[in-house]
């Protein structure tokens, strides 16, 4: 997930503004982190999650590589071991640790990382008056950068706690859980035929716009902005939720093979798949330890083929990328359930409204949209250039944000991207149809 690096408008808001949302942005994840142990934040589930302790040293090494040390003649390296350490996967910036193993390295300390962390905040901050626009164009690409490993903080941690028979709770649930509060106003999602029992939403019709458009900030993949061509089609008003799921399984939707794409019923039966993860005997896992299912909130941590089974089930399909956004569009992407501060994170059921519900936050939506380069895409020069373009390969496009998206950080044309096996991120889905 990347960033466009125009370095003409790099300041969005000016130096003041720029350096209070790296300040706020730095002390999110350090909140996020707080309830861990050190042997919490080392530990690692499985090669695609990465430890807590990773994640707030990487997103580290990425202002001190890129603004300081590009940028800062003065500065040197907190510790020159750390870069071999904490990159991820940019290759310019040479040789690194496996990514398989990260959850080996238990040193440096949390201490010791939360240290370099303190160095590097202070460095930048003291910096950045006197930086070139380049560099303030980085810091913002380090805060969007950092807002990504926020989430993917909280998912690996999410994954990681469930793979403990305690169950622990990063967070205790709030006092009235969420779903507890919107049971009374929200619809149930109890109707035998889902694609029946949903609200539809004509989408828009012929030649579109899509890609980003505007002075903010937008990565790499986003653009260049372009047209293309919508048949006559129709959103669900709302994502599939938890109860429709249910019916789903008991329909024998995990055994019906014509439900399925080939390489999705490989999968199902490699992976003896029989509900999305961290479902159990009616209850599900959460960062507050295991709860009820919520039968009205947004079914999630499901893969793209799953989302593809049940839109086949329900007689429907996924929505295009450009379709979603297209209905996107006109609305506040700073709306709905999305990350403000450390805490319970959870997808909710909403209150019934009208119009498309829930199209930010909540839950990733799958599209059947391959992750591809837009025309006339070109990646960034330098090691920054690695951040998208090389990972648009087998993957596929959803759209919205989740729970645990910082708020701020989504938009219509936001392109996030995971393979369609993957389910450990807050993923869920709407439906589509054509008309």
Known sequence: MASRIDVS???LSGVSDLARRFAATRQLTLDLAAPLSDADVSAQSMPDASPAKWHLAHTTWFFETFVLRDHQPSYRLFDDRYPYLFNSYYEAEG???ARARRGLLT??????VRAWRDHVDAAVQAALPGLPPAAHALIELGIQHEQQHQELLLTDIKHLFAQ???GPALWEPEPRFAFEAARSSAPSASAPDPAGALTWVTGAEGIVAVGHDGDGFAFDCEVPRFSVLLTPHALASRPVTNGEWQQFIADGGYRTASLWLSDGWAWVQAQDVDAPAYWRDGRCFTLSGWREIDPDAPVTHISLFEADAFAAWAGARLPTEHEWEAAAAPLDPAAGQQLDAAGPVQPAAQAA???LQQMFGSVWEWTGSAYRPYPGF?????AVGEY???FMSGQFVLKGGSCATPRGHARASYRNFFYPHQRWQFTGLRLARDL
């Open 107 to 112: 040193r440096p300390s949390l201490d010791q």
């Open 164 to 166: 403990n028979p305690l």
């Open 9 to 11: 408008s790099a300041s």
């Open 353 to 355: 409204a009208t119009g």
């Open 95 to 97: 040789p690194r640790h």
């Open 388 to 390: 998208n373009g090389k």
């Open 378 to 382: 070109r990646p960034a020069p330098g």
